[in-house]
């Protein structure tokens, strides 16, 4: 799976960004993958954001974003999003962009934790800046 991460930049605390991750077209349905975001800011341990089950688009936030940062995906486009809203310099991060193919179905990501399979199984895109001032 190839990612392409865009749409960081810099902006003011309180203030929104967009980030978009496009997958390249693989022989797997959009369906069947479980996509997310992570996070890594400078001295920091990378961390989980958020993902998307894209067969039924149950999703999981940290609780750090959670009310504030929304993924949705887009199946015709095989874009996934992240919608930030009310950033805050502490959002400061490098954001990677992750997917992996899921075909067990929900049950069995919700048991493994999409986290954990993002992290153990997942290809990353090559990241995008974000910086809240």
């Known amino acids: 799976v190839q990612l392409v991460e865009s749409g960081g930049g810099l902006v003011q605390a309180g203030g929104s960004l967009r980030l978009s991750c496009v997958r390249s077209?693989?022989?797997?349905?959009?369906?069947?993958?479980?996509m997310g975001w992570f996070r890594q800011a400078p001295g920091q341990e990378r961390e989980a954001v958020t993902s998307?089950?894209?067969?039924?688009?149950?999703?999981d936030y940290a609780d750090s974003v959670k009310g504030r940062f929304t993924i949705f995906h887009d199946n015709d486009e095989n874009v996934v999003y992240l919608q930030m809203n009310d950033l805050k310099p502490e959002d400061t991060a490098m954001y990677y962009c992750?997917?992996?193919?899921?075909?067990?179905?929900?049950?069995?990501?919700?048991?493994?934790?999409?986290?954990?399979?993002?992290?153990?199984?997942?290809?990353w895109g090559q990241g995008t800046q974000v910086t809240v001032s």
């Open positions: 992750v997917a992996t193919v899921w075909l067990g179905g929900p049950e069995s990501l919700r048991s493994a934790g999409p986290f954990v399979v993002l992290q153990r199984f997942g290809d």
């Open positions: 077209v693989s022989g797997y349905s959009y369906g069947e993958y479980c």
């Open positions: 998307i089950y894209t067969r039924d688009a149950s999703t």
